[in-house]
């Protein structure tokens, strides 16, 4: 079964700083993997996500996430933290559903603080 | 463009009282779509899926129902509401149900169940 385990519920980092969140994912199938954003009381957007190829994806906003099968790891970087950055971050992956469709299973999601 | 719309974005109600969310979803035929359910403090957990008009497939067995009267709505309902139905609900559309397909997101509504 596909699962997402996103390490750290809170991740601080200064204006300016590397922004470093952590996926690993199990999948007993290849993945398919996605990174969204929520601002407070707003909906997700997507940053980015992985099907196949190339292996470095990059997203909106300066995002990107190296896809590392080796690993079982999708991590989001951004080389500098912007205060616009603050919001939570979740990973997910697609799994099959009920009826031959699939869905997007969510990790548990990472809150950014960005501080001066 | 697509756009995809939910109402009420902020919704106060009694325990025991009905309930009725509505999301539509403009820009787009037959997409599917998706009701998810935010708890404080959780990832989200998907509540239903439609793939059709009146085609509606639960997640998870709870007090709550959806309904699909037209291609681009999709509605979650209650008759008599909970304490732990309070939550940010969101809806969400894809085009396809392909391993794939990125689904969208709406706005939310916060549901607060008193």
């Known amino acids: 079964a596909q699962s997402v385990t996103q390490l750290g519920s809170h991740v601080s980092v200064s204006e300016g700083a590397l922004v470093l969140l952590r996926c690993n994912y199990s999948?007993?199938?290849?993945?398919?993997l996605f990174w969204y954003v929520q601002y407070p009381n707003q909906g997700l957007q997507l940053l980015l996500k992985?099907?196949?190829?190339?292996?470095l994806v990059k997203g909106i906003n300066g995002f990107e996430a190296e896809f590392k099968k080796s690993e079982t790891s999708f991590h989001l970087t951004k080389p500098s933290a912007h205060m616009s950055d603050a919001a939570e971050y979740f990973c997910?992956?697609?799994?099959?559903?009920?009826?031959?469709?699939?869905?997007?299973?969510f990790g548990a999601g990472t809150r950014l603080a960005v501080h001066p | 463009s697509q756009t995809i719309h939910q109402w009420p974005a902020t919704l106060v109600q009694p325990v025991g009282s009905p309930l009725s969310l509505e999301c539509t979803v403009e820009?787009?035929?037959?997409?599917?779509l998706y009701w998810y359910r935010q708890a404080a403090g959780r990832g989200l957990q998907l509540l239903f899926y439609?793939?059709?008009?009146?085609?509606i497939s639960s997640e998870v067995p709870q007090n709550l129902s959806a309904s699909r009267p037209q291609d681009r709505q999709f509605i979650l309902s209650s008759k008599k509401l909970l304490l732990s139905d309070s939550g940010f609900y969101l809806c969400?559309?894809?085009?396809?149900?392909?391993?794939?397909?990125?689904?969208?997101f709406g706005p939310g509504t916060r549901l607060t169940v008193l």
């Open positions: 969400a559309w894809s085009a396809g149900t392909g391993v794939s397909d990125t689904q969208y």
């Open positions: 999948s007993s199938v290849p993945p398919y």
């Open positions: 992985y099907t196949t190829g190339a292996t």
């Open positions: 997910a992956v697609s799994a099959p559903f009920s009826g031959g469709y699939n869905k997007l299973i």
């Open positions: 820009g787009t035929s037959n997409p599917n």
């Open positions: 439609s793939v059709g008009i009146g085609q």
